[in-house]
């Protein structure tokens, strides 16, 4: 069973900053694409941004210069840095990865969300 935890979600001021762990987890597992996705409140789901192992990154014009996406593969971990938070940044932020195991060529995982509000 392959499972993502993430972490590091919380209450910032606006201006402020905060970071974003995922671990992704399980047997015999190779991580490729990871990235991190977020709802608000009514909205849907949007994707922030992602990284291939080789360290492509692409992100949504709304974070970018102000989110840094990043991972480390030997630990199967994928960061996001997030700085000059705005009120519109408050969402719940899932972390996301494309993974193959032994008996599954590919598999999506999503963590369960960790929920990041902007507020004075």
């Known amino acids: 069973q392959v499972q993502l935890a993430e972490s590091g979600g919380g209450l910032v001021q606006p201006g402020g900053s905060l970071r974003l762990s995922c671990v992704a987890s399980?047997?015999?597992?190779?991580?490729?694409?990871m990235g991190w996705y977020r709802q608000a409140l009514g909205k849907q789901r949007e994707l922030v941004a992602s990284?291939?192992?080789?360290?492509?990154?692409n992100y949504a014009g709304s974070v970018s210069g102000r989110f840094t996406i990043s991972r480390d593969n030997a630990k199967n971990t994928v960061y996001l840095q997030m700085s000059d938070l705005k009120p519109e940044d408050t969402a719940v932020y899932y972390c996301?990865?494309?993974?193959?195991?032994?008996?599954?060529?590919?598999?999506?995982?999503w963590g369960q969300g960790t929920l990041v509000t902007v507020s004075s």
């Open positions: 990284i291939t192992v080789g360290g492509h990154t």
């Open positions: 399980g047997s015999s597992i190779m991580v490729n694409v």
């Open positions: 996301n990865a494309d993974v193959a195991t032994m008996t599954i060529a590919y598999l999506e995982v």
